[in-house]
């Protein structure tokens, strides 16, 4: 009796465990697509559990009647009829089985090949229409390269514990990488260190990067929005929070973030002398910062407007960002907590602490890193 009553406690607590497996973070799953890969990806799965379902319950309906039709009954000692050797039942269960492989087989055969396009070697916002993907002599596989499909191509590096992005223009970002809505962005990926894997459910499938090894896919948004990723395989102690995110933007839009991240000056002369004389002002508050920054070893790693190593996230537009490394929020207090002890928020990462850094020179790179914005340039 009391194992009856435990089992009947233990039933409703499993049911908890399920309840909890629905619960996650907005647009990380692979159930709610916003991309084209995304949805073939949830129609395939789709498709195998209604396969599933039809094999389970044809399995156990037969299952049952067997149990029940033939069970043994009392005083009934005949021997069943033998059935070893039909050719009727082997072909039966030989065929059902290929036919509901090929089932599956065909719509997964045909969307690998779809996935598996291969990126142009034209890289940048805009490429030539009918240029082969093998060159200008057209040798190779013959596949042309159509400009809308060789629109935007991204270089990818996978850091413990942290993603870089670098565009054609010149310019790189850290764990945030911006592309335009309704077209092909190809990713080029590799790895600096150990081998992770680039996933972004709500767009595709993910694909591992790894160290002197490039590999390549291609992912669309179908909609303006904020789409995040992980890290798919485990690479170290900070593993679970090696997260990024996309960020797709309307055509224009983009097109306008790419050329201020670039530097490009496209503007007017009305306008270019409001600009400079913006940033003369800027300049005169922010020097202490900037210069503080140097001092302190910062621009050794973090690239600010292409100065610097890159050994790091670019910090070029870190007051746009909502997370510091994808981790805490950001705002001052957090921000002074990750430069003097960076590994009590995400452990085993390649930033040195900072714990002896005086007041003065906290605020001034603080105050830095604060007026460092692209989406200001573009209001």
């Not at 490039?214 to 995040?228: I, Q, S, T």
């Amino acid at each position: 009796m009391k194992g009856r009553i435990g089992l009947w406690r233990f039933l409703p607590l499993s049911a908890m465990f399920f309840l909890l497996a629905g619960c996650g973070e907005d647009k990380l799953t692979a159930l709610d697509p916003y991309g084209p890969q995304a949805e073939w990806i949830l129609d395939n799965m789709i498709l195998s559990l209604y396969v599933m379902a039809l094999v389970i319950i044809v399995v156990f309906t037969l299952f049952f009647i067997a149990v029940v039709k033939f069970r043994k009954k009392e005083g009934d000692n005949e021997i069943p009829k033998q059935v070893e050797g039909s050719k009727a039942l082997e072909l039966t269960w030989t065929i059902i089985p290929v036919f509901l492989l090929a089932i599956l087989a065909v719509p997964t055969i045909t969307g690998t090949y779809y996935m598996a396009e291969e990126a142009p070697e034209a890289a940048g916002t805009s490429g030539e229409e009918g240029e082969s993907a093998e060159g200008e002599d057209g040798e190779g596989s013959g596949e042309e390269v159509q400009e809308e499909d060789a629109s935007v191509v991204i270089d990818v590096t996978g850091h413990q514990f942290w993603w870089q992005f670098d565009y054609a223009e010149g310019f790189s970002a850290g764990n945030e990488v911006y592309i335009p809505t309704g077209e092909k962005v190809w990713f080029n990926l590799t790895a600096s260190d150990v081998i992770h894997s680039f996933w972004v459910p709500a767009l595709g499938g993910k694909i591992d990067t790894i160290p002197g090894i490039e590999n390549g896919m291609w992912l669309e948004a179908n909609e303006p929005g904020v789409y995040k990723g992980k890290c798919a395989e485990l690479c170290g102690p900070s593993h679970a929070l090696m997260d990024f995110k996309v960020i797709a933007l309307e055509r224009d839009d983009y097109d306008a973030w790419v050329e201020e991240m670039s530097g490009d000056e496209t503007s007017g002369e009305e306008d270019s002398e409001e600009a400079s004389q913006e940033e003369e002002t800027q300049d005169s508050t922010m020097s202490d910062g900037r210069q503080a920054f140097e001092d302190q070893g910062c621009i050794a790693c973090h690239a600010v407007d292409g100065q610097g190593t890159g050994q790091g996230p670019t910090l070029s537009n870190f007051a746009d960002r909502e997370k510091i490394a994808n981790v805490i929020d950001v705002n001052d207090e957090n921000l002074e907590a990750w430069i003097r002890n960076p590994g009590s928020f995400k452990e085993g990462n390649n930033m040195p602490a900072s714990p002896n850094m005086n007041d003065e020179d906290m605020d001034a790179i603080i105050e830095y890193l604060n007026s460092l914005s692209a989406e200001d340039e573009l209001e």
